[in-house]
């Protein structure tokens, strides 16, 4: 054990500092052997690109070429603790003119011995590039969001607000997902009490099955007008439709009185003339 433990001591006083600065070199971006006062005296970069930047900085104080929010993270680099001869990685923006940055992550070797600190940084270009692209797809989340949102708003507001009576029902169980007011009235059911129930609750029991067929013959992309017999005698007319949303498919009720008359249109003739005058009438319509 002492023959190992000879040969280890020999062989690390052995380590010339060519090879050492060659070890930093190769596991990092950037090095940087920089003086007490926090004076940048020797600069190696691993890429061409780095090369000609940090051989700019040989000379320059180390908080000189960085941006303003990262010279606080300069000081504590620099600063060691006593039992302590390194300090960990910290995020350091180096400034490169026109607001644009290179964020570099170092972490400190305190060298007392040889009068100077390592600096030993690695570049995180392609992270802070991958950050501004979540960012900005986030940032477009949260507009598309906002858009629905607002979309949401109008329909709710419209569906509410509408006097026609309108039910949505979900096509694999016909159960009511969307009902208005208008049509909570017409059904004489309140809307949390409708909502979620099977649209036969609100048939007569003899008209219960006609009303699934008459559903199940809409889906094949029919637009059915039926009358039909609440379950209190009241007699509707009722237009299903159907549309698909996130893959699944959904009954679009509209219910009309049937015993008020539809709205008569005046003859072509009548028409007519009500249209030229419309046209040539200088309010809006």
């Known amino acids: 054990m002492d023959n190992v433990a000879e040969t280890q001591e020999s062989f690390s006083l052995n380590v010339g500092s060519d090879l050492t600065e060659k070890l930093l070199t190769l596991s990092s971006d950037i090095v940087l052997y920089i003086c007490p006062k926090g004076i940048i005296k020797k600069a190696i970069g691993q890429s061409n690109k780095l090369r000609g930047l940090t051989q700019n900085w040989v000379g320059k104080s180390w908080k000189s070429v960085v941006t303003v929010e990262s010279k606080?993270?300069?000081?504590?680099?620099?600063?060691?603790?006593?039992?302590?001869?390194?300090?960990?990685?910290?995020?350091?923006n180096h400034s490169l003119g026109n607001g644009v940055y290179l964020p570099v992550s170092y972490s400190t070797l305190n060298?007392?011995?040889?009068g100077f600190v390592v600096a030993v940084g690695k570049e995180l270009s392609q992270l802070a590039s991958l950050q501004q692209k979540l960012v900005s797809a986030q940032q477009t989340l949260e507009k598309d969001f906002i858009k629905l949102r607002h979309i949401e708003t109008q329909y709710r507001s419209l569906f509410d607000l509408s006097s026609s009576p309108i039910l949505i029902c979900e096509a694999d169980e016909n159960t009511v997902v969307e009902?208005?007011?208008?049509?909570?009235?017409?059904?004489?059911?309140?809307?949390?009490?409708?909502?979620?129930?099977?649209i036969q609750i609100f048939f007569r029991e003899d008209e219960k099955q006609r009303i699934v067929d008459l559903l199940?013959?809409?889906?094949?992309?029919?637009k059915e007008t039926i009358k039909a017999q609440l379950i209190?005698?009241?007699?509707?007319?009722?237009?299903?439709?159907?549309?698909?949303?996130?893959?699944?498919?959904?009954?679009?009720?509209?219910?009309?009185?049937?015993?008020?008359?539809h709205p008569?249109?005046?003859?072509?003739?009548s028409f007519k003339i009500i249209e030229e005058a419309i046209r040539k009438s200088p309010d809006a319509f």
């Open 72 to 92: 606080l993270k300069i000081d504590q680099l620099l600063k060691f603790e006593k039992k302590s001869s390194e300090n960990s990685p910290r995020h350091i």
């Open 111 to 114: 060298c007392e011995k040889e």
């Open 179 to 198: 009902i208005n007011p208008a049509a909570a009235e017409a059904l004489g059911f309140k809307i949390d009490k409708a909502k979620g129930k099977n």
């Open 216 to 222: 199940k013959t809409a889906e094949l992309g029919k």
């Open 232 to 261: 209190d005698k009241k007699q509707v007319s009722l237009e299903i439709s159907c549309f698909r949303q996130e893959n699944k498919l959904f009954h679009l009720i509209q219910i009309f009185d049937f015993l008020l008359p």
């Open 264 to 269: 008569k249109f005046p003859d072509s003739t």
